[in-house]
């Protein structure tokens, strides 16, 4: 399995982006996926994620209720709706997937399969 995100750009403050994992060599439905983000000079934090199984979703605090995490499995697609930027979402944003993994907060301390190599988002102020 391999992953490539796509999507960052920059964008204004308030404004909204999508950013979408794509996968190849394999079928996503067997594998729970999640994002991470790493701003520069600070460490990569869990953003969000979602099961394999029955879609159940998480998000990190400072994030609820601006992101939203769907899949596709039909594009093999997983996507990442980012509304309400704030600068302080500046980051590389990163999906990643773990086999027959499930989502919650534990989601991110996992031992993670598979890594893409990043989107860059830039909100400015």
């Known amino acids: 399995l391999q992953l490539k995100e796509s999507g960052g750009t920059l964008v204004q403050f308030g404004g909204s982006l999508r950013l979408s994992c794509a996968a190849s060599?394999?079928?996503?439905?067997?594998?729970?996926i999640g994002w991470f983000r790493q701003a520069p000079g600070k460490q990569a934090e869990g953003v969000s994620c979602?099961?394999?199984?029955?879609?159940?979703?998480y998000y990190a605090d400072p994030v609820k209720g601006r992101f939203t995490i769907s899949r596709d499995n039909a594009k093999n697609t997983v996507y990442l709706q980012m509304n309400s930027l704030k600068p302080e979402d500046t980051a590389v944003y990163s999906c990643?997937?773990?086999?027959?993994?499930?989502?919650?907060?534990?989601?991110?301390?996992?031992?993670?399969?598979?890594w893409g190599q990043g989107t860059q988002v830039t909100v400015s102020s």
């Open positions: 979602i099961s394999n199984s029955d879609g159940t979703t």
């Open positions: 990643t997937a773990v086999r027959l993994g499930e989502c919650g907060s534990y989601y991110f301390t996992y031992l993670i399969d598979v």
């Open positions: 060599g394999a079928t996503l439905d067997s594998y729970a």
